[in-house]
């Protein structure tokens, strides 16, 4: 833990004063691994309250209650220009931490951050604290049923029931698929797939059906990419939002069923609102996944927690404002 200066909001910046902020698989495994983890990547699922707005800042209103986002697309890159916003070179760039602004020397695991006005979407009044703070991977499961084109009354396979797969099950009852089944092998997260929707668990690939329409990969292990073939129908679609480093695929196998691949990463400022509307209309509860709430002098114990193979928890989220932890 350091100490630094917290600089004012320069023209079209932003204060914000972190209520809450997740804790996201990336770093965990960064801190498992020692692997690099750019600092404002370090708390990336933060709400707060603007506690002071800089100059040319419209729309935006000291005490107004925000969560992180990513900007509108700029109009003017390569995507924009060919009449494809949905690949914003600015959007994606910001949605990696890689932000045009100088970089901050810390994230949301903080009591301030100054950030871009574009960064900041403001929360509708019906979000509770703890939903607004998860806003950011519901977000990032949106995406993936959106990129998937997932649709009422098909079948939906999910493989992982970690925070993102949880919540891409959430979202694909919100859309109105038929079924939604989870393999995931953790006993503890089957029952939370439940809690969250899903209409059947399993432990394992081979005791689910191969007719779904839609398989999305949400483990990141190298041969759940495969394993999703086995689970698809014909013609199916299979989303991979696990990062899996490296796979191996039967690219025969693939042809024969001419199954297609989509990649999810991220999500666009739209997919941003929509998902705070989601949660305003109850039409999905990422809250449900909370499990603790940690302070700052705690964090590095609910990371550790949260590398054990046998952890109970889902959904970490740190408030800097405990007072006896920090």
Request: with cysteine; charged share 20%.
């Amino acid at each position: 833990m350091i100490e630094v200066d917290e600089p004012k909001p320069a023209a079209g910046e932003v204060t914000v004063s972190i209520d809450l902020c997740g804790v996201c698989v990336t770093e965990v495994r960064a801190y498992s691994t020692g692997a690099g983890h750019g600092p404002t990547l370090c708390g990336h699922e933060w709400t707060g309250r603007l506690v002071e707005v800089g100059e040319s800042v419209d729309r935006l209103a000291l005490g107004q209650r925000v969560v992180v986002g990513v900007p509108d697309p700029c109009g003017d890159c390569d995507s924009c220009r060919a009449g494809r916003p949905e690949f914003c070179a600015l959007v994606m760039s910001v949605a990696r931490g890689r932000d045009v602004a100088p970089e901050q020397p810390h994230g949301g695991f903080a009591r301030l951050l100054t950030v871009p006005a574009y960064r900041v979407v403001p929360v509708p009044d019906k979000v509770s604290e703890v939903a607004a703070a998860l806003v950011e991977p519901a977000a990032v499961a949106w995406h993936a049923i959106r990129r998937g084109v997932v649709a009422t009354g098909e079948r939906v396979l999910v493989l992982g029931a970690g925070p993102i797969g949880l919540l891409v099950v959430q979202c694909a009852r919100a859309v109105g698929a038929a079924e939604v089944t989870v393999v995931e092998l953790s006993e503890s997260r089957r029952l939370a797939a439940e809690a969250s929707g899903a209409h059947r668990v399993a432990a394992t690939v081979t005791e689910v059906s191969d007719d779904h329409d839609v398989v999305v990969e949400c483990t990141g292990a190298p041969d759940m990419v495969e394993q999703a073939l086995a689970a698809l129908r014909q013609g199916g679609r299979v989303v991979l939002v696990g990062d899996a480093g490296q796979a191996t695929i039967s690219p025969r196998m693939w042809l024969a069923k001419e199954a297609t691949l989509i990649a999810a990463a991220g999500y666009t400022r739209a997919e941003i609102v929509q998902t705070l509307q989601l949660i305003a209309d109850r039409g999905i509860e990422p809250e449900k996944l909370h499990t603790r709430t940690v302070g700052i002098g705690s964090l590095a114990d609910g990371l550790a927690g949260l590398t054990a193979a046998d952890t109970d928890d889902i959904k970490i989220v740190l408030d800097p404002r405990i007072k006896e932890n920090s």
